[in-house]
């Protein structure tokens, strides 16, 4: 079959394309910017990218005519606070539009769970997507999935944010609320297997795994499964925007999907029946086995995709194909070289920096800043990296921004999300005589810009030269 599979570079999207591809289907990728969805170069003659943005106005003849079936997985709970629900109507529209030319027969579309009268603005912007793209002409499937558990996605890192780095925890009176978590494995076993299946065309089906738990149940487990016991104190008090700020603050969400986040986890979210389940045969795993399932890969560096990595983590919902090209006008410079004789050895010490190794050079400054920027509503440094020794473009690195990544080339290219009065790109790249290049870009938004740039100039110095000075110590 084709299929369109949109989001292709977002969470679900990730791991959902190796499943579409193993089983032989043609798929049609849509994504906003082609540069960040990494694909093995082994699969990329299987698939075809498109770049279509489903909130700008749809352009005929941009996607095929002989569609058979699309995933729809696009959604905007993380880019806003506010008027997300406005962008999710807007994006149904015109999905819409876009399917009466491509003609698929039958759509699915991977939403939450509903069954509440009264629903969370995230939760009811999902049942109106629903509703909108009942209307479209094709046969619509709908998959309301709760909590989805796996390695890296936005549900297991609050949980695991929370459990390992506090032992004792004072929680707001939401972690009473009961949901069903279903395992990342079990998701992508269900939008596989309802693929082309008439019986599911015009249906909205409940998918959860057999535990009902609420979430301070959910934590206890959690523990339980990594070795350790956690305290849970539970206060009535705290309001909806204290909640907020807890989890921004303790987990690497960012404050925008915390807000929404606290909002939903308000909401009862469990199935109300297994029908779908029983019906294609399904056994799906406990919340333990989930956890431990997640953990395996993590083991393993087998991380297929994390929601770290997707741009609503970040500062910028928008292309970052505009900051690739460096400024050379109206920017301040530091550039730092040295000579190196080992060029593989030299490459992976840039192709795993961040994350767990650090940057090599004064660590517990880089660990200051990133607690100054959570403080200031930046994303801080607790979203780490994805893969202990691989890089792509898109990919978050703490509170940067992979733009480029080509270590045939010798040349890694990150952009600041940390919260700053300009823009910020830092570059390592090695030229065809072994120097090894380290130039930090700065083009500072008025006077503020350059006060801040100046005020930084004596840490930059000594964490700029400490840091080409290690990465090269390899290779010398």
Known sequence: ???????????????????????????????????????????????????????????????PDDIDAAYYLLHSMSTTTRDFHLREARAALNFNQYMAWAKPRQVIYLSGIVNEVKL?????????????????????????????????????????????KLPVMVTPKWVLTRTQPIAIRDVIAFLTE????????????????????????MLKRYARVRGFRNWIITLPIMSPRLSSYWLYFVTSTSYKLAVN??????????????????????????????????????????????????????????????YVQVPHYGIL??????????????????????????????????????????????VGLRRGRTHADRINPGDSLDFWRVLLADRDMGRLLLFAEMRLPGEAWLEFRIDNDNI?????????????????????????????????????RTGR
């Open 261 to 322: 986040l606290v909002n939903s986890m308000k909401m009862e979210t469990v199935a109300r029946d297994n029908r779908l389940g029983e019906m294609l045969g399904i056994q799906t795993l406990n919340y333990e086995e989930a956890i431990d399932m997640a953990f395996r890969m993590i083991e393993q560096n087998a991380v297929v995709s994390s929601w770290k990595d997707s741009m609503v983590s970040g500062r910028f919902d928008e292309s970052l194909g505009k």
């Open 1 to 63: 079959m084709k299929i369109l599979l949109t989001g292709a570079n977002g969470y679900i999207g990730m791991r959902l394309l190796p499943a579409l591809l193993e089983a032989g289907h043609e798929v049609v990728c849509t994504v906003r910017d082609r540069n960040r969805l990494w694909v093995d170069l082994g699969e990329r003659y299987k698939i075809t990218v498109v770049e279509v943005d489903f909130l700008e106005d749809p352009q005929p003849g941009r996607l």
């Open 120 to 164: 969370s603005r995230h939760l009811e912007s999902r049942k109106n997507v629903e509703d909108i793209l009942y209307q479209g002409a094709f046969q619509l499937t709908v998959l309301r999935a709760a909590i989805i558990v796996g390695s890296g996605s936005s549900s297991f890192e609050i949980i695991r944010d929370l459990c390992e």
């Open 194 to 217: 309802v693929l082309g299946r008439p019986d599911t065309f015009g249906q909205s089906f409940d998918i959860g795994g057999p535990d009902v738990l609420n979430y301070k149940e």
């Open 333 to 378: 410079r530091d550039h730092k070289s040295l000579q190196i004789h080992d060029r593989e050895a030299v490459l992976e010490k840039i192709w795993t920096i961040g994350g767990e190794r650090g940057w090599y050079y004064a660590n517990w400054l880089w660990l200051i800043r990133g607690f100054i920027d959570k403080l200031i509503g930046g």
């Open 436 to 472: 090894l290049e380290q130039i930090a870009t700065f083009r500072p938004r008025g006077f503020l810009g350059r006060l801040y740039w100046y005020s930084m100039l004596p840490f930059h110095y000594f964490i700029f030269r400490g840091m080409i000075r290690r990465i090269g």
